[in-house]
């Protein structure tokens, strides 16, 4: 089914769903008996959600068929890459001394629990309400308790998420760290453009920005028609072809250096090296697009 403005979903249902596929990825990888990652909630809270799909993601127990780009170990290396540069991220901007870190749309994301945050730091989460309503009920329920100072933001991104989060204390004034990982590739290209401009604004200089760097000519080729039927064979009913956007988007990259930020990019390639893997050779790789972005304003 296609995407449209005014469209639902929740943690088990529509775009919602692909959050808790993430976890389970998380799940997966901190099993392992040399681990990549550590997220010790993810597990739980993918049970939580039910998902059958995520809950045999998570156990390890789907099965490919044939195809050696999809092992459990690629498939592990590919969420910890992507993990670890936004945990990286937040590290980074802490000792750079940026004491608000912004997480939007959260989804399952547990780094306000399991990141070792510098002293003082707020971390505000941004979702819609019934999902961040569940997370924390989950994670209350485990003993979980967050290791900065966590607020919640209950709004949907179409609704004006900025005024909700000045509401809750963000101060425009000094500097923020926000990541928006997994989500650009799911926002029509004007919502993108809006996003990006509200996080600019209320971001003062020296403020960071960490997002996938997404490529438009590979979001209108086949690679998302090609996961939905490696997923479907596997077992899954999330159909990864209803999940996007079409319609032609300026690249995160070329829109932030045009309004004044200072980008990077890590491609897969060197992003994967430098966390002793061998890249991805395969159409998937383009989940993540061509690498990740960070992005600095005004120094």
């Not at 156990?59 to 890459?81: Q, S």
């Amino acid at each position: 089914m296609a995407r449209t403005d005014d469209d639902a979903w929740d943690l088990a249902s529509g775009v919602g769903s692909t959050a808790t596929w993430v976890a389970a990825g998380r799940a997966l990888a901190t099993k392992q008996p040399d681990p990549l990652i550590n997220d010790p909630y993810a597990d739980a809270l993918v049970k939580a959600v039910g998902l059958d799909f995520c809950n045999r993601m998570a156990d390890g127990a789907l099965d490919f068929g044939a195809d050696p780009r999809l092992d459990k170990r690629r498939i592990c290396e590919r969420i910890a890459v992507r993990t670890r540069f936004f945990d990286d991220f937040f590290i980074e901007a802490g000792g750079a001394g940026i004491r608000q870190a912004v997480i939007v749309a959260s989804g399952l994301d547990t780094r306000a629990y399991r990141l070792d945050w510098a002293a003082g730091t707020v971390v505000f989460e941004i979702d819609q309400p019934q999902v961040i309503e569940f997370k924390t009920a989950t994670l209350a329920d485990l003993g979980a308790a967050p290791t900065a100072e966590r607020r919640t933001v209950s709004v949907d991104l179409r609704g004006d998420w900025p005024e909700a989060l000045r509401a809750n204390g963000f101060d425009p004034a000094r500097p923020a760290a926000w990541i928006a990982e997994g989500l650009l590739m799911y926002l029509p290209p004007d919502a993108q453009d809006r996003l990006l401009d509200s996080i600019a604004a209320l971001s003062a200089p020296g403020s960071r920005l960490a997002t996938d760097d997404i490529d438009a000519a590979v979001m209108s080729g086949d690679w998302a028609r090609q996961l939905a039927e490696r997923s479907r064979r596997a077992g899954s009913d999330i159909d990864a072809t209803g999940l996007f956007y079409s319609g032609e988007r300026t690249s995160a990259r070329d829109y932030l250096s045009a309004h004044g930020w200072r980008v990077s990019v890590l491609s897969i390639a060197d992003a994967y090296a430098a966390n002793g893997f061998a890249p991805p050779d395969h159409e998937l790789a383009a989940v993540a697009g061509p690498g990740y972005l960070t992005a600095m304003l005004g120094r």
